[in-house]
């Protein structure tokens, strides 16, 4: 996949229509441009691209724009050079949650193999004092020992 960087003038474009149909046709454009320069079939705009024609509503949109776009002969997707702010944010959020979940599942794994560790000494501690009350209980005890001598 090539990668390219474009500015795109839309003012050309979105001035020839009426003011309420201005952030439509600015996204129109974007779509035209980049099938015209890029040779693709299917362009795909990123949502904050959208987000940042629409963001001053339908009749203010940008005049350019700056867009990074990846390509290859059938598809082309367009994202902004650099993301905005809250979409920053967003990014950064998701990727704390997708921490705390895995540091989780983490603590969740050292928990059960520390519940196994105690679960075995438990069963060894019982086998042991299965074994121990076996061989108490065959060995005789001291006044066994003198009945039995007694006899």
């Known amino acids: 996949?090539?990668?390219?960087?474009?500015?795109?003038?839309?003012r050309r474009g979105w001035q020839k229509v009426p003011r309420w149909r201005r952030a439509k046709r600015a996204v129109?454009?974007?779509?035209?441009?980049?099938?015209?320069h890029?040779?693709?079939?299917?362009?795909?705009?990123?949502?904050?691209?959208?987000?940042?024609?629409?963001?001053?509503?339908?009749?203010?949109?940008?005049?350019k724009i700056t867009i990074k776009?990846?390509?290859d002969k059938d598809k082309a997707i367009a994202e902004l050079t650099e993301l905005p702010g809250k979409a920053k944010r967003l990014?950064?959020?998701?990727?704390s949650l997708?921490?705390?979940?895995?540091?989780?599942?983490l603590l969740k794994l050292v928990k059960d193999e520390k519940t196994k560790k105690v679960d075995e000494h438990r069963k060894k501690k019982e086998q042991e004092?299965?074994?121990?009350?076996?061989?108490?209980?065959?060995?005789p005890t001291k006044?066994?020992?003198?009945?039995?001598?007694?006899?």
């Open 69 to 71: 776009v990846s390509f």
């Open 143 to 151: 006044k066994q020992e003198m009945a039995a001598n007694k006899q």
């Open 28 to 36: 129109s454009e974007i779509q035209t441009y980049l099938k015209k």
């Open 98 to 105: 997708a921490d705390k979940l895995k540091k989780k599942s």
């Open 38 to 63: 890029t040779k693709s079939k299917e362009v795909r705009i990123d949502k904050w691209i959208n987000e940042l024609v629409w963001g001053k509503g339908a009749k203010n949109p940008p005049s």
């Open 1 to 10: 996949m090539t990668e390219r960087t474009y500015t795109i003038p839309l």
């Open 91 to 95: 990014k950064e959020a998701e990727k």
């Open 129 to 139: 004092k299965a074994v121990l009350e076996e061989v108490d209980n065959k060995t």
